[in-house]
């Protein structure tokens, strides 16, 4: 699995959807939009099931695609343990994502979890969104 910041490419017709830009390179993708206006273009954060290595290097070289490098570490693995920790901090900030109570005892997953719930939160803030596919 690998994770992704994208921007959208399309527009926004049944001819050509908003997509992510990593839909040029793999099919098998998941992605919770951060646009808050579902007309305009923005970005998406991607989960890549599988993508080969060739694939992954064009899409990191794709200046729309953000590679969110956990460093090979698992979804239960902590921040603590994380070498590139203040990257990933550094990642989500420049998306304008809190990292409001995640501390180092966090997990992969709790970042994810959150930063998911904030994209959710950000489509539809009427509706206080407190699960996501992290969840066990």
Request: net charge positive.
């Amino acid at each position: 699995m690998k994770i992704y910041f994208c921007q959208t490419i399309g527009d926004g017709s049944e001819a050509t959807p908003f997509a992510p830009v990593i839909s040029l390179y793999t099919n098998d993708w998941r992605a919770v939009d951060a646009r808050s206006d579902p007309t305009s273009h923005g970005w998406m954060l991607v989960e890549c099931g599988k993508i080969s290595n060739e694939q992954h290097i064009v899409a990191k070289a794709d200046s729309r695609v953000k590679y969110f490098n956990v460093g090979g570490a698992m979804l239960d693995d902590t921040v603590s343990s994380l070498t590139n920790r203040k990257q990933i901090k550094q990642r989500i900030l420049d998306r304008g994502l809190s990292i409001e109570g995640l501390t180092k005892d966090s997990t992969v997953r709790d970042i994810l979890k959150s930063i998911t719930m904030q994209l959710l939160n950000r489509q539809n803030p009427l509706k206080n969104h407190t699960k996501t596919h992290y969840d066990n």
